[in-house]
């Protein structure tokens, strides 16, 4: 069975940094893409980020570039997302998800399996 556990959401002041966790299990973990995404009291969900674990190729937009930062401990099963310098506008509850064709598609829809979200609240 796969399953995907995110964990290090909270509360934090706006400028400063968390760091959530994907602990993946139930699959080859070398085969798939992971992605974070994320979802805002009455706005579509967005991807924020994704890793390819084959190759460990990663891909960040625009919105949160030079903010974000993804990375894979493939011997840990786990992919982190590190962010910096958190506004309130990044308020909102992250999920990961799995992409089994390892292939970091941009559209939630593309992606096959996901954890329950971890919240993130910005405060002012």
């Known amino acids: 069975e796969v399953q995907l556990v995110e964990s290090g959401g909270g509360l934090v002041q706006a400028g400063g940094s968390l760091r959530l966790s994907c602990a993946a299990s139930?699959?080859?973990?070398?085969?798939?893409?992971i992605g974070w995404f994320r979802q805002a009291p009455g706005k579509e969900r967005e991807g924020v980020s994704c890793?390819?674990?084959?190759?460990?190729?990663?891909y960040v937009p625009n919105s949160v570039k030079g903010r974000f930062t993804i990375a894979s401990d493939n011997a840990k099963n786990t992919v982190y997302l590190q962010m910096n310098s958190l506004k309130p506008e990044d308020t909102a509850v992250y999920y990961c998800?799995?992409?089994?064709?390892?292939?970091?598609?941009?559209?939630?829809?593309?992606?096959?399996?996901w954890g329950q979200g971890t919240q993130v609240t910005v405060s002012f």
């Open positions: 998800a799995a992409d089994p064709r390892g292939r970091c598609p941009k559209w939630d829809y593309e992606y096959d399996y």
């Open positions: 890793i390819r674990n084959s190759d460990s190729s990663t």
């Open positions: 139930g699959f080859t973990f070398d085969d798939y893409a």
